[in-house]
T-cell receptor
Framework: GAVVSQHPSWVICKSGTSVKIECRSL??????MFWYRQFPKQSLMLMAT?????????EQGVEKDKFLINHASLTLSTLTVTSAHPEDSSFYICSATLRGASYNEQFFGPGTRLTVL | QKEVEQDPGPLSVPEGAIVSLNCTYS??????FMWYRQYSRKGPELLMY????GNKEDGRFTAQVDKSSKYISLFIRDSQPSDSATYLCASTHGGNKLVFGAGTILRVKS
C-alpha cells in the first residue's frame, strides 16, 4: 500500500512552454502533498506544500507564479512549470502523507525528469 | 550552516562489509529521524525511522540517533551490490516539513 505515482516520468519541452506534472496517491487519501526538486548529485529541496482545497505554501525563493500547484482532490496534485527555461531542468519529485498517520510519514513518487531545451 | 549535514561520498566498499553512514543536525527541535534509499532516477523510499535517541534494527539495517551530540547513523551489515544507492538522512520536528541531508552515494563492489 501507500503508493504514489507521477506522470509523466520524463518530459522534454521547448523553452517558453508550460509543462504539467501529475502526482497521485493510488491507494490512500493524502492529507498533504509535497513537491521537491533535485539537481544531479544533490539532495531534495522542498518547493511547496499543498493541502487539498487550499492554496499551496511555497518555500522561500520558489516563485509561485512560475510553479503553479493545484491540489484538486485528496488523491491528486499537479505542478505546472510555466514558461519553462533550461535552468528549470531538474528531477521533480512529489510525496504524500497518509491521512491519519501518526508522524506524517511521506511516501514518495518515482519522480519526473524535466529537460527544457 | 545547513540544518542537516551529510558527507556526499561516494563511499565504496566490498560486498559483505559493514557500512556506516552518518549525518549531523543542528536543530534541537528535531524529534523524528529517517533514512531513505534512492536508486538512480527513482524517488526515495523509506528505510528506517526513529523517534528520539536510541537504536532501531530492521534486518541488516540499524538506525542510531544520539540527540546529545546531534548525530544520526545508519549501519548496513553484510552489504550487497543491491545496496548500491544514494542514502539520504532526513529530520523533522514532527510537523510536515522534512529536512534532507545531501545524500551519500554508496557503491558495494562484488
Amino acid at each position: 500500500g501507500a503508493v504514489v505515482s507521477q506522470h509523466p516520468s520524463w518530459v522534454i519541452c521547448k523553452s517558453g512552454t508550460s509543462v504539467k506534472i501529475e502526482c497521485r496517491s493510488l491507494d490512500f487519501q493524502a492529507t498533504t502533498m509535497f513537491w521537491y526538486r533535485q539537481f544531479p548529485k544533490q539532495s531534495l529541496m522542498l518547493m511547496a506544500t499543498s493541502n487539498e482545497g487550499s492554496k499551496a505554501t511555497y518555500e522561500q525563493g520558489v516563485e509561485k507564479d512560475k510553479f503553479l500547484i493545484n491540489h484538486a482532490s485528496l488523491t491528486l496534485s499537479t505542478l505546472t512549470v510555466t514558461s519553462a527555461h533550461p535552468e528549470d531542468s531538474s528531477f521533480y519529485i512529489c510525496s504524500a502523507t497518509l491521512r491519519g498517520a501518526s508522524y506524517n510519514e511521506q511516501f514518495f513518487g518515482p519522480g519526473t525528469r524535466l529537460t527544457v531545451l | 550552516q545547513k540544518e542537516v549535514e551529510q558527507d556526499p561520498g561516494p563511499l565504496s566498499v566490498p560486498e559483505g562489509a559493514i557500512v556506516s553512514l552518518n549525518c549531523t543536525y543542528s536543530n534541537s527541535a528535531f524529534q523524528y529521524f529517517m533514512w531513505y534509499r534512492q536508486y538512480s532516477r527513482k524517488g526515495p523510499e523509506l528505510l528506517m525511522y526513529t523517534y528520539s535517541s536510541g537504536n532501531k534494527e530492521d534486518g541488516r539495517f540499524t538506525a542510531q540517533v544520539d540527540k546529545s551530540s546531534k548525530y544520526i547513523s545508519l549501519f548496513i551489515r553484510d552489504s550487497q551490490p543491491s545496496d548500491s544507492a544514494t542514502y539520504l538522512c532526513a529530520s523533522t520536528h514532527g510537523g510536515n516539513k522534512l529536512v534532507f541531508g545531501a545524500g551519500t552515494i554508496l557503491r558495494v563492489k562484488s
